[in-house]
């Protein structure tokens, strides 16, 4: 009975902790997706302008135009190439999502970050709730692959093995799988979809697992790569694994 009420919990928490995410990802895409649309409007027409008129520039109108571009470009607006940039939305729900993962799970790359008041006030209360839950979560999935590794413990110790043995290689198997599952594969898969070198790769999922999240490499933002739909989403949900491995190491 015990073990059932367990499971119904552990659901419902893994439920209700993806609905959190998805309703988070949702109301950033409502509050942030229209002002991006103005400022990628804006850029574009100050890049027209520019174009026009660059050979009579004063010095004072070409710094403002640097200033403008800078700014335009911290915001995560490229005004690059041709008007297809107004399209692509960096609030579309794949990033929203990724977004609302680095929230609640704190490693907040900041290239991707509200900018309406509704969107920051919205990020405070979503984060004051999130990282707890996220850490509930987090702490729950650790405790059922901590179970996992107490069943290899006790299979191994049947097989006649002594208990200080079983307990070294148990955990000397989930820090070898983790790292070829979480850090190993994901670096290759990064390097072939980003262009990074393998140990950017390497260093990008130990700086983003590790929760520091500098966000000097940051998946899917590269203008001239064509990335499949939901890179972000699936890149998101790696990340909520790997933390809860992680979890799990220092449960061990």
Not at 115 to 134: D, R
């Amino acid at each position: 009975k015990a073990m059932c009420s367990g499971k119904l919990q552990t659901g419902l928490l893994v439920a209700g902790y993806f609905i959190y995410l998805l309703v988070g990802a949702a109301v950033f895409q409502a509050l942030e997706r229209s002002a991006e649309k103005q400022e990628k409007i804006a850029a574009a027409q100050m890049k027209e302008a520019f174009l026009q008129k660059f050979t009579r520039l004063t010095v004072p109108e070409m710094e403002q135009f640097m200033k403008n571009l800078t700014e335009a470009i911290q915001n995560g607006v490229y005004p690059v190439g041709n008007k297809s940039q107004t399209e692509d939305s960096n609030w579309d729900f794949s990033n929203s999502f990724f977004f609302a993962g680095t929230v609640v799970s704190t490693i907040g790359y900041g290239t991707l970050r509200p900018k309406t008041a509704g969107g920051q006030i919205f990020c405070v209360f979503f984060a004051l709730f999130g990282i707890p839950l996220n850490i509930v979560f987090l702490h729950r999935v650790g405790k059922m692959l901590s179970l996992l590794c107490k069943k290899l413990g006790k299979f191994l110790h049947e097989k006649g093995m002594r208990k200080k043995k079983t307990k070294y290689l148990t955990l000397l198997f989930f820090l070898a799988t983790g790292i070829l599952v979480f850090l190993c594969l994901p670096s290759l898969f990064f390097q072939k979809t980003e262009g990074w070198s393998y140990s950017e790769g390497i260093y990008f999922a130990f700086i983003t697992l590790s929760t520091i999240g500098f966000g000097d490499y940051v998946v899917g933002k590269q203008p001239d790569r064509n990335y499949f739909s939901y890179y972000r989403t699936l890149v998101a949900v790696w990340i909520i694994f790997g933390l809860a491995w992680i979890a799990l190491l220092f449960n061990l």
